[in-house]
């Protein structure tokens, strides 16, 4: 059976506090090393990955194909339209199809139970590259990056996400509960997370207001008012409007809170240029920590974890 990396949940708590390490350390490793040049152990060497793509993405492509050089293998990135995926071909068929050529497949999909699907029937690890239920990879640099900057375990921290409660959010509250940190959800009405991933969580809370969630925060984290695919509107832009990040906000969390966002940022939408652009963001360190948590996702996957 392949180790497939659909949610953060697949991975356990042992496993993702494993993976983190593991992004930390080789992190550490090639510090101040260009980026082509590849780790000394290569623990992929002649390895490959397909990166498969049915929506936009500039951090998930990137940093998986720099990741997959670092480790000594390679990527192929295909935009699924190219691919007879987009002319009706099964994600089944797609899924055996390519697990005869390669021996990883990341896709980033409009609908996560076609990543299931894929999984189901590939013969290679699957990883989930940004789904409308979740993006397990995005949260993965994200604790590393409040690891780097505030403490070396998240354990015990107070994370507020502002906005919407899809994807990113989703992904969150599963590293919440896996890492044992507490994270109040600021969420307007109509743009819950899921229930059931509610339900099941412990130290997760959702509000309606965005002061109380930001009140003796460490990490204040938001998102995009529109995810690709959706449709925004004036309606969602008035709902969203009350959970800008703006700098009176910020102001409410700890003096060393830290400001978190996966990027693409909205200046102006879900948070305020003097925040994004401003001392307590980590958004550029949290980009680049995509790479080396690819790493440790694509070395969990093939089972080198
Ligand atoms: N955060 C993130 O996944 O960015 P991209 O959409 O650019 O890949
Ligand atoms: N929620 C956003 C995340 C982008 C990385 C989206 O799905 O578009």
């Not at 295909?78 to 899924?95: C, I, K, S, Y």
């Not at 997370?193 to 509000?207: F, K, N, W």
């Not at 060393?256 to 948070?271: I, K, Q, Y």
């Amino acid at each position: 059976m392949a180790r497939h990396f659909l949610n953060l949940a697949d991975v356990g708590c042992a496993g993702l506090r494993a993976l983190l390490d593991a992004a930390h350390a080789r992190k550490a490793a090639r510090a101040g090393w260009p980026q082509g040049r590849v780790d000394g152990d290569a623990p992929l060497a002649d390895h490959v990955l397909a990166a498969v793509f049915e929506k936009p993405s500039t951090r998930t492509r990137l940093s998986f194909d720099i990741a997959m050089r670092q480790l000594g293998g390679a990527t192929i990135t295909l935009a699924a339209g190219d691919m007879q995926l987009g002319r009706g071909e099964t994600v089944g068929d797609t899924a055996r199809a390519l697990s005869g050529y390669v021996d990883a497949i990341a896709i980033r999909a409009n609908r996560h139970a076609d990543v299931q699907a894929l999984a189901a029937e590939a013969g290679v690890p699957v990883i989930n590259a940004l789904t409308d239920w979740s993006h397990p990879c995005q949260i993965v640099a994200d604790v590393m990056t409040v690891e780097e900057s505030l403490r070396s375990s998240v354990a015990g921290l107070r994370w507020a996400w502002l906005g919407d409660g899809n994807n990113v959010a989703h992904s969150l509250i599963e590293a919440a509960d896996l890492l044992g940190f507490e994270l109040a959800l600021a969420v307007p009405e109509g743009h819950d997370p899921d229930p059931a991933l509610l339900a099941g969580s412990r130290g997760v809370h959702v509000t309606r207001d965005a002061a109380a969630a930001v009140r003796r925060a460490d990490v204040v984290v938001t998102d995009t008012w529109v995810s690709m695919g959706q449709a925004g509107g004036a309606a969602k832009m008035a709902a969203m409007a009350p959970y800008q990040v703006t700098a009176a906000l910020m102001a409410k969390a700890l003096p060393h809170a830290v400001f978190l966002h996966c990027l693409p940022a909205h200046r102006g939408e879900e948070v305020t240029g003097d925040v994004i652009d401003g001392p307590q963001s980590r958004v550029w360190a949290e980009a680049a920590n995509r790479v080396h948590a690819q790493k440790a996702i694509l070395l969990w996957a093939l089972g080198r974890l």
